[in-house]
């Protein structure tokens, strides 16, 4: 651009005479822009396609002016907005999977509450059956104190006091037990339980109905309703001239 510059700048200078002469003769008018076109580099260019390669830069900017909108690129400006069957579908199947999360969860919730107290229960009754086992190995140490005070019989002062001193180790224990949750059994005169009673002894009487304890041998203990060690007893029965009337009558009757 400078270099054509300085070439105008060097090209002979069009005076006033010349240019009336140039005015006088269209001919040298028409030869003087001929040499200025080609001086400049410029060809000789048709108007409507000029005009048409304008249209074509304005109408395909670059980055810094582009048109993005959607009508330049051919497309319809709904086509990037969803549908409204396809938002309803979209909730349908948030909502299902909202339903299965839920029971999912509902299920483990349960599961879970069912594993505690299952485990809960089976540590309880751990607990009961350790305290079963220990508890248990006392009891014949229960049983010899209570044989001791029924069949010793201190004579003198010194004996006495040896007898209130064991006595008062055993009242100390037995209250171990009870605040342990143990208590003894209270059999006597009444029926037969096997889940509480043992029968090692059965005695013919007529004091007593058939199948009542009449006496109790060893003592029976409960840890709360738990059997801690059954009551073995001796229980009533019918006598044997009794049950042989009734027979004979029975017989009688029959026939």
Known sequence: MVEQEKQMDNSPEVGTDTFEELVDSPESI??????????????????????????????????????VSPESEGLDGDTFLPSYADLEQTIQSLKALVEERTTQYMRIA???DNFRKRTQKEKEDQEVQIKCSTISELLPVVDNFERARAHLKPQTEQEMNIHKSYQ???????EC?????VSPM?????????????AVMRESTDQYPEGTVIEELVRGYLLGERVLRHAMVKVAATPEGDSASESSDQGQEDS
């Open 186 to 198: 209270r059999s006597e005169g009444k029926e037969f339980d096997p889940a509480y009673h043992e």
């Open 177 to 181: 037990l009870k605040r342990v949750g």
């Open 110 to 112: 349960a599961d879970f």
């Open 168 to 174: 008062g180790v055993y009242k100390q224990l037995v």
């Open 30 to 67: 028409e030869e003087l822009v001929d040499d200025i076109s080609a001086e400049v580099g410029v060809e000789n260019m048709d108007p409507s396609s000029a005009s048409a390669s304008t249209a074509d830069v304005g109408s395909s900017a670059d980055a810094s002016g582009r048109d």
